[in-house]
DNA sequence: CTTAATCCGACCTGCTCACTAGGATATATT
DNA sequence: AATATATCCTAGTGAGCAGGTCGGATTAAG
């Protein structure tokens, strides 16, 4: 399994977008209530929160105290999904060879780090993809119309359901 | 770290491009010089070649005994990155929500898995990545010069380079 | 001043990765 | 035939990390 998104990505990921679908709330949504809505851990989430509150720029800001909770830090549209994966699983990098030291020798060396190349490609494949999508694009439709009007979203018809067998 | 290549995959490729390397040889390479060439554990190549050995349609083909050793089974170009990988690695996955069962159930329940289209994106992004180059495309072009004329490489211009920085 | 919330750090537990060990079997060379 | 050189096979193992839990401190609303 080459591509492996930990809980901490999955959570997080559905974390924000439970918050960007109540972006337009008059009042902070509560760990309480999303941990609810999306049967998790409470205090798992609040490990996940807190990655995404210390990030640099924050994506979430919070408000301490009773009624308090998260908010996003700007309209969803201008969160990308790169911006969130990276703070909760960290730099997309497929091997320790990104941040180099001993390996760049051996690879120099031997002459067999052709395959350096087929991680970079691989690398900047997941990157672009999560970097072309915000969060309003994962808040679907059947959102869009309790709420204000959005910018932009996808249709139906532009997602490519995935084969149940996994690829 | 979203993407993540274990050393089944990283190590398991190498040996590939070794083989690769060496497909025009009149004789198989045995894995004590691959391990030699590459720096790497003879006892754990054993286990990698054994699961592309076993792969359905194999990879790479034995002979035994003295000067014994593997061959690619087909020719490079005709070995994509994706079937290499995949069998290293397992199916190209993000999470268990691919061979889905009691998630299937939550996620349609509580509307969450919006993030599933995002997750199928990625993923279909690795694989067409890893399915449109071949092992041929990884040989670079100082080996192409002393073996036979290939069908087809990339050029250096060709190759993005990645910035060193983790992305 | 009680309740509801965010904040914080320590701890734990099971699983997987990345090997190593020790052999059995097959074949070319001498 | 004997030896050297390979592939083949199974088990075990040690460290590290994922995936949480727990207990408490702080802050603010009613």
Redesign the interface.
């Known amino acids: 399994?080459?591509?492996?998104?930990s809980t901490k990505?999955?959570y997080g990921?559905?974390l924000m977008?439970?918050l960007a679908r109540h972006y337009y709330s008059s009042r902070p949504r509560s760990l309480t209530d999303i941990a609810q809505?999306?049967?998790l851990s409470l205090a798992y989430l609040e490990q996940l929160v807190k990655l995404l509150r210390e990030a640099e720029p924050p994506l979430v800001v919070s408000t301490r105290g009773a009624h308090g909770g998260y908010r996003l830090s700007r309209p969803p549209e201008e969160i990308t999904?790169g911006e969130i994966?990276r703070v909760l699983?960290?730099?997309?990098?497929?091997?320790i060879?990104?941040?180099?030291g001993e390996m760049t020798q051996?690879c120099s060396l031997?002459?067999?780090c052709?395959?350096k190349?087929?991680?970079?490609?691989?690398?900047?494949?997941?990157?672009?993809?999560?970097d072309s999508?915000t969060l309003a694009d994962?808040?679907?439709a059947?959102e869009q119309e309790t709420q204000n009007a959005p910018t932009h979203f996808?249709s139906i018809s532009d997602?490519?359901?995935?084969p149940?067998s996994?690829?």
């Open positions: 399994m080459i591509l492996r998104v990505g999955e990921v559905r977008v439970d809505a999306e049967q999904m994966v699983e960290g730099p997309i990098a497929p091997m060879c990104a941040t180099e051996i031997l002459d067999s052709k395959t190349f087929l991680w970079a490609r691989v690398r900047d494949a997941v990157a672009q993809t999560l999508m994962l808040v679907g059947s996808i997602i490519r359901v995935a149940s996994a690829i």
